[in-house]
């Protein structure tokens, strides 16, 4: 069962924009915050965004005015629209609900590369 397809990922240069998207199956997703994480090579897992039943938002602060998290409930979908990307946003990025433990199986995520 997969519970959770992250797609959009690739390499763009810095300063480029890509968007991802979530697709997530199941009530989980309509009953609870999402969010996205990210992990670079040689680090922990971070929180990114989350966003909530309606539409209520979160960010770090190092993706602050850059990237935007959407949702469309009816469809189950999630979305991080990324803009102005760093090197320091390289990573691959998964979904999942903002408190994972009682959320999905980690899905296998989608890679960012920014680079030039």
């Known amino acids: 069962q997969v519970d959770v397809v992250e797609s959009g990922g690739g390499l763009v240069q810095p300063g480029g924009s890509l968007r991802l998207s979530c697709a997530a199956s199941?009530?989980?997703?309509?009953?609870?915050?999402m969010a996205w994480y990210r992990q670079a090579p040689g680090s922990q897992r971070e929180f990114v965004a989350s966003?909530?039943?309606?539409?209520?938002?979160v960010y770090i602060n190092s993706v602050k005015g850059r990237f935007t998290i959407s949702r469309d409930n009816a469809k189950n979908m999630m979305y991080l629209q990324m803009n102005s990307l760093k090197p320091e946003d390289t990573a691959v990025y998964y979904c999942?609900?903002?408190?994972?433990?009682?959320?999905?199986?980690w899905g296998r995520g989608t890679q960012v590369t920014v680079s030039s």
């Open positions: 999942n609900t903002a408190s994972p433990t009682q959320g999905y199986s």
């Open positions: 199941g009530s989980i997703f309509r009953q609870n915050r």
């Open positions: 966003i909530n039943i309606g539409n209520s938002t």
